[in-house]
């Protein structure tokens, strides 16, 4: 079992704490489990308090397997009928794809099973049950994993266990199919394809959610609430003479045609402030790559420039660079300072900051925001989750992203 995913990566075995009925259904209720603010909606009888259950996050995908047949059956194509065995084509990861939705006016912020659709067992269940315990994080053995649209626009089809019917794409160029035959006599992976390159070991960036640690925030103590920009992650470096450009998870060609290549031939500064600070680390966002995010509107037919919103710089010996304190201004470039996803609220924490994560976005355009960004004004670390800086999606925003 997994223990070094964020919390919000992983697929844990949790307890319920109180069920409620649902105001405005009668055959629903609402569950809630314990460490958590996380809601679910469920048919009535389904859970009682102090059950254990298996809770699955939203933004996670489920593989193509029977106990989540009632999630990906409706989109896959069956070819030799409903038998066992029978093989299904393949069902993109965003069909797959856990996420909150309103029923009957109230969320239902991912999925609960029970722990027998898994053959999960609390105690010593023998056989082929296995054991597992409350905390437990059991996604690698059900075979659910974050949604990452960056893996081949959503598709993750290693992670599909059943039988499947794959769908052979011809290329229609002629790079297309020297690409494609190096692919198909194993020359090259087909992951290889983006240009990939080798360059300094830094950490992936990545916030856990804020529902799975409530209280790790202290009552009155100072925070900065920013706007989570709906975008493609993006980090850039110099050093030992080179400029690296990379998306979340690889470097690549900073010449070439991918997202942080265009950011960077759209955003000057980063290469100049990057050789200036040899070894430090720029992470954010990169917009427009999302459709209906552009973040910043430009009349029509006019160029629309690759932004980069800066969330966090790490110094070359491996700190993050505190931004809203007097350390921070050695390091001022204009851009930097403008190019900050907008701060929502700044001040002493409190419960009705949650609140925050919906509503209209705060950079000039027409749409709702992805959700808030919670960080301690003054840089501190927690057990568990590391430094204390925490993400809220708003659940209109993962509502509407996976329509």
């Avoid at 002629?174 to 300094?200: A, D, Q, S, T």
Wanted: aromatic fraction near 12%; glycine fraction near 8%; charged fraction near 25%.
């Amino acid at each position: 079992m997994s223990t070094e995913k964020k919390a919000n990566h992983q697929a844990n075995i949790v307890r319920i704490s109180d069920v409620r009925k649902h105001p405005n259904a009668d055959k629903l209720e609402l569950v809630y489990m314990e460490g958590s603010l996380f809601q679910c909606v469920s048919q009535i009888g389904t859970f009682k308090i102090g059950d254990l259950a298996v809770y699955i996050q939203p933004d996670s995908v489920v593989p193509q397997t029977e106990p989540f047949k009632f999630i990906w059956g409706p989109h896959s194509d069956m070819r030799d009928g409903q038998e066992p065995g029978a093989l299904y084509s393949e069902v993109p990861a965003r069909k797959r794809r856990i996420t909150a939705k309103r029923l009957r006016g109230e969320w239902s912020e991912g999925l609960l099973m029970h722990l027998l659709d898994f053959e999960f067992s609390v105690g010593d269940g023998g056989g082929i049950l296995k054991q597992v315990h409350v905390d437990d994080d059991v996604s690698d053995l059900i075979g659910v994993i974050h949604y990452d649209p960056e893996v081949d626009g959503g598709k993750v089809a290693d992670l599909t266990f059943a039988p499947k019917a794959k769908k052979v794409k011809r290329p229609k160029t002629l790079k297309g199919w020297f690409f494609f035959l190096l692919h198909k006599f194993k020359i090259m992976k087909r992951e290889e394809f983006v240009n990939k390159i080798h360059g300094p070991a830094v950490p992936v960036y990545d916030l856990d959610g804020y529902k799975n640690y409530p209280h790790v925030f202290q009552a009155g103590e100072m925070v900065v609430v920013t706007e989570k920009i709906h975008g493609s992650s993006a980090r850039f470096m110099y050093f030992d003479g080179t400029l690296y450009a990379g998306s979340r998870n690889h470097w690549v060609d900073p010449s070439g045609g991918m997202y942080p290549a265009k950011a960077l031939r759209d955003n000057p500064w980063i290469a100049e402030w990057c050789q200036l600070h040899e070894g430090f680390s720029l992470y954010g966002e990169v917009t427009p790559t999302q459709k209906g995010y552009r973040y910043d509107p430009l009349p029509e037919g006019k160029h629309i420039k690759h932004r980069f919103w800066l969330f966090d710089i790490r110094d070359a010996q491996g700190n993050w660079v505190p931004k809203y304190d007097l350390e921070y201004e050695h390091l001022a470039h204009p851009a930097i300072v403008a190019d900050r996803p907008p701060v929502i609220y700044a001040g002493p924490y409190n419960d009705t900051i949650k609140a925050l994560a919906d509503g209209k976005t705060h950079t000039g355009g027409n749409h709702i925001r992805e959700g808030i960004v919670i960080e301690a004004l003054n840089i501190r670390y927690a057990r568990g989750i590391g430094r204390v800086k925490l993400k809220l999606a708003s659940n209109s925003f993962l509502e509407k992203d996976n329509k």
